[in-house]
């Protein structure tokens, strides 16, 4: 969940109404819908980020215009995506935010003030067609788990854990590992928010807590996306928060809120196909920067 207005959003969530079941489609609509929202949000997060001075502070951000209209969108996708994992899996929702660089591809063109390639359409359309098989794959239900106070904060810590170590490499490294880097902590900081976003729109947990660590988790993930976009560009930290935020998400779905796993020789074969084509059709997408941005 990429929480750029993550406390306003979250704090709906106990007034969101909870299905007794589960329902893919309306899941994967409301989840694509979401994207459509996080595309703008990334396309226009990145073009602030990097014309903002480089030793300027972040909040510096928050004077302009076309920043804050990216929180907006970031702000009701959030809502779309929480009102979505209500009514299905981490496992089935969160690939689906693999679309948001397919849709920012057009947006991020018009912005760096150039045409889509036909390669790039092509590897949106590798994109579409390897998620697609990956979704057919998953399973579209899981039962509802309750989580202890202990359960949730080891989860959290171990999260930490993993972000501290990625911020503490990129440190050390340079060059177009440092963005990436970050990119890769900030998607797991959002993997981990929309496992939280799940455990209370289910009311698998405390829902204070859940809350509570969901906008914390978003929180974290924004500042960090922005010092990725600004010295990234676009591309490579979109893509790479596109690839980990998924993984870290369906991660903490089975190990905290023990969402089911079909592991049989043909959905694993076909998963990997599937992943394998949406990776390769990302690589593609990231092959030219969306820099140079023009005046809207």
Known sequence: MHG????????????????????????IGLALLSTGCYAVSAVLQEREASRAAVDGALWQL????????????????????????????????QP???????????????????WVTRREWLAAAVVTGGLATVLAVLPHSAH???????????????????????????????GRAKPVLRAAA??????????MARAAAIGSASL???????????????????????????GAPLATQILIDPLVAVAVGIALLHEPVLLTPVRIAVGLIGFGATAGGIWGLTHRPLREPVTL
């Open 208 to 234: 204070t807590m859940s809350v509570g660590l969901a906008i914390v988790g978003a929180a974290a993930g924004l500042v960090l996306a922005q010092l990725a976009y600004r010295t990234g560009g676009l």
């Open 62 to 93: 928050a004077r302009r215009p076309w920043w804050c209209l990216a929180v907006l969108a970031a702000g009701v996708g959030a809502l779309l995506h929480i009102v979505a994992l209500a009514f299905g899996p981490l496992s089935l929702v």
């Open 144 to 174: 509802r788990a309750h989580l202890s106070s202990t359960v949730l904060w080891v989860g959290t810590g171990a999260v930490g854990v993993l972000v501290l170590a990625l911020l503490v490499l990129a440190v050390c490294l340079s």
């Open 186 to 195: 900030a998607a797991t900081c959002f993997g981990f928010a929309s496992g």
């Open 96 to 114: 689906v935010g693999v679309m948001t660089l397919v849709l920012a591809l057009p947006l991020g063109a018009r912005v760096a003030g150039r």
């Open 4 to 27: 750029s207005a993550a406390p306003a959003v979250m704090f709906l969530v106990s007034h969101l109404p909870r299905p007794a079941h589960s329902s893919a489609g309306v899941a």
